[in-house]
């Protein structure tokens, strides 16, 4: 199993968490954002910086994925496409993307945008917590323990 991690808006509360576990399990990990983000240095990762533009690192990382292997992504739209390729996807807040959910998660992220296009304010997240980052943590090392 190879990791992903879309980098573009990884929060800096996750970096140790995931370099611990990439570097407990031996983890072939690619790191892939349109700039320069800094995990860890480690013999298991290795960072892709692709062109600046919308999706381009999420068709960089589905261009990669096989079957089985594991998406670290907030993008709804890319954990979709993992979980078509029969891939794992979970999200900076410890959400685990499944057949049987996402598309749920989809439809709601679709309503939202076109609220927002309609020109309604919205909220936006919430602000990414310690709590979040445990609860990042627990999912991810579950995942890790099943494989």
Same mark, same amino acid.
């Given at each position: 199993? =190879? ?8 929060p ?19 790191v ?10 480690? @013999? ?28 670290? =992504? ?7 496409? =993992? ?12 959400? =685990? ?20 296009? @309609? ?19 627990? @999912? ?8």
């Amino acid at each position: 199993m =190879t990791l992903y991690i879309d980098a573009d808006a990884f929060p800096n509360l996750l970096k140790p968490i995931v370099f611990r576990a990439i570097e407990r399990l031996s983890l072939k990990t690619l790191v892939i954002a349109n700039k320069k983000v800094n995990i860890g240095t480690s @013999s298991f990762i290795k960072y892709l910086v692709v062109n600046q533009g919308a999706d381009e690192a999420d068709n960089k990382i589905i261009e990669l994925l096989e079957e089985g292997d594991l998406v670290i =992504t907030a993008d709804i739209p890319l954990a979709n496409r =993992t979980i078509e390729k029969k891939a794992h996807a979970i999200d900076h807040r410890g959400e =685990t993307y499944t057949k049987d959910n996402i598309k749920e998660y989809l439809a709601v992220r679709n309503l939202m945008q076109e609220i927002r296009d @309609s020109g309604e304010l919205t909220k936006g997240p919430a602000a990414f917590t310690q709590k979040d980052a445990q609860k990042f943590a627990n @999912s991810l090392n579950a995942f890790l323990q099943k494989i």
